[in-house]
C-alpha cells in the first residue's frame, strides 16, 4: 500500500486484517500502475495496446 502523498483526503478508509486500506481518486502519476494492472488481468491482456502497459510499470518512476 502507498502512502497518501498528494495531500488529498480518503474517499473511504477502512481496516482489513493488520492493515487500513483508503480508497482515494486516481492521480496521473497512477496511470501507469493501473494500466500494468488491466494488462495482467487475463481479460485485460488480451486487449489492444497491452503491451504497452506491461513496459509502462518498469518504467514508473513513482513505483
Same mark, same amino acid.
Given at each position: 500500500?502507498?502512502?497518501?502523498?498528494?495531500?488529498?483526503?480518503a =474517499? %473511504?478508509?477502512?481496516?482489513?486484517?493488520?492493515?487500513?486500506?483508503?480508497?482515494?481518486? &486516481?492521480? !496521473?502519476?497512477?496511470?501507469?500502475?493501473?494500466?500494468? =494492472? %488491466?494488462a495482467?488481468?487475463?481479460?485485460?491482456?488480451?486487449?489492444?495496446?497491452?503491451? &504497452?502497459? !506491461?513496459?509502462?510499470?518498469?518504467?514508473?518512476?513513482?513505483?
Amino acid at each position: 500500500m502507498t502512502s497518501n502523498t498528494t495531500g488529498r483526503s480518503a =474517499l %473511504l478508509t477502512f481496516g482489513v486484517d493488520d492493515g487500513t486500506v483508503r480508497l482515494r481518486s &486516481a492521480v !496521473r502519476r497512477d496511470l501507469p500502475d493501473i494500466l500494468a =494492472l %488491466l494488462a495482467e488481468d487475463q481479460l485485460g491482456s488480451e486487449r489492444e495496446g497491452a503491451g &504497452a502497459a !506491461r513496459g509502462a510499470r518498469s518504467s514508473n518512476p513513482c513505483g
